[in-house]
């Protein structure tokens, strides 16, 4: 376990690193920048989600797989994996440069705001969608065959390459013109260009990766339909809340431009929290895939539990840690009083938050690892849309509480649906979700 998730750890801190100071470089180039790609990033991880429909399955299904010793089958998850990722990011890829304008037309956001989130989101969440897709693929493969440090190393190469285009699109260096969110967009889709080559040499190099290309016309069609059975119900979960993000985004338009850019940096720093529980779920739902496909699922009920209690107290420590040092924190991203002031608050609402948001990130893991992806999906839109996104409707705009109103909303969301997760894991009925 630790091994699996160290790595995974590093990977996701430095790639949240690398996303936070992309925020630090643009917002010293403009306050409109910062709040047109957190606009758009809504958008552009509702595109991972889609990615996530496959990746996701093909996870769960190929550690089932693995751990059951299927290996005909586990090539064969991978294959139908690269065929499905090809079609869903080239079919995103023109839903993005057809739509974007009329999407963005729906907010009520300033004009520099506008073109700003049109700039950025064409070339990354349309052009980048290919490669962004394949990254993920790629990486989820090496992951379940627990090459976890190869994907790490990958991540932090790729970007470190989106930094250094970031500075000089941003900084104009070496007596370039300075090009703005254009260049910070062209930047960060050759940082997943570079990714992709990369990974893909790595699954070259190691043997007992089975991911070839050629024979994918072989693969049964029993294998799509089991990686979807999994993928679309998983990755529900996660379309759900993040369109309960969106519409909580539009809310949080309606408050103003320096409203917008709290959400930003409070999100930005919020992340280094919930890291931790992350890569534990992450890991979590590995380890319970390979138990449940090699029929001991009692150890991943045990376990888990030590898991979840772990997660937790990292997640909590480091925000109040973070409560304690926050001024200091908040300085390296703006100076603006009012955007200051309201940053302070939210990270202090943000205990609430992350105390349940641990326990979703951890237990709802364990349950996709084990097959069981339904109740989670189903649960998780009646309280996103019931708590989350009506609460911060009532609480934020209704009684005028704000972004604090959206923030009490949101803690109030994660805590509920994790301890429903909980009792969901002790009733112990994932034990008949097996696949493999």
Request: proline share 3%; with cysteine.
């Amino acid at each position: 376990m630790v091994a699996l998730t160290l790595p995974i750890l590093a990977e996701s801190i430095f790639r949240i690193l690398v996303m936070s100071v992309d925020t630090v470089m643009l917002s010293g180039y403009s306050q409109a920048a910062v709040a047109a790609v957190g606009l758009v990033g809504q958008y552009v991880f509702f595109i991972n989600i889609m990615f996530n429909v496959i990746a996701v399955g093909t996870s769960i299904v190929l550690a089932q797989y693995l751990g059951a010793d299927r290996r005909d089958e586990a090539r064969h998850v991978a294959q139908a994996g690269a065929v499905m990722v090809v079609v869903t990011s080239l079919t995103i890829m023109a839903a993005v440069l057809l739509f974007t304008r009329s999407i963005l037309s729906l907010y009520p956001i300033e004009e520099d705001v506008r073109g700003f989130a049109m700039q950025y989101f064409t070339i990354f969440g349309g052009i980048g969608a290919p490669f962004i897709a394949f990254n993920m693929l790629q990486s989820t493969v090496l992951r379940s065959y627990g090459h976890t440090k190869d994907t790490m190393f990958t991540t932090m190469i790729a970007n470190l390459v989106n930094v250094i285009g970031n500075a000089v699109s941003l900084y104009g260096f070496f007596g370039l013109p300075v090009f703005g969110v254009v260049g910070v967009a062209i930047s960060s889709v050759f940082s997943q260009l570079v990714a992709c080559v990369i990974l893909a040499l790595r699954i070259r190099a190691i043997p007992d990766v089975q991911f070839p290309i050629r024979g994918w016309r072989a693969v049964p069609t029993k294998i799509y339909k089991t990686v979807l059975s999994i993928g679309v119900p998983t990755a529900g979960e996660n379309m759900a809340y993040n369109t309960a993000q969106i519409a909580i985004m539009a809310m949080v338009s309606s408050f103003g431009t320096f409203a917008m850019s709290a959400q930003v940096y409070t999100i930005t720093i919020a992340r280094f929290v919930f890291v931790f529980a992350m890569s534990i779920g992450s890991a979590t739902q590995i380890k319970t895939g390979w138990f449940v496909g090699a029929k001991k699922a009692d150890d991943a009920y045990r376990r888990v539990y030590r898991y979840q209690l772990i997660g937790t107290a990292l997640s909590v420590g480091m925000i109040l840690i973070i409560n304690l040092v926050k001024m200091p924190l908040i300085g390296f991203f703006t100076h603006e009083p009012e955007i200051v002031k309201l940053t302070a608050t939210l990270l202090l609402f943000s205990i609430y938050v992350e105390f349940g948001r641990s326990m979703n990130l951890i237990t709802i893991a364990a349950l996709k690892g084990s097959g069981d992806v339904r109740f989670p999906v189903f649960y998780g839109i009646l309280s996103m849309w019931g708590i989350m996104v009506f609460g911060s409707w009532l609480l934020g705009m209704k009684l005028g509480l704000g972004l604090v109103g959206v923030w009490l909303a949101t803690g109030t969301d994660e805590t509920t649906r994790g301890v429903i997760m909980i009792l969901r894991w002790k009733s112990k009925r994932w034990m008949t979700k097996s696949i493999a």
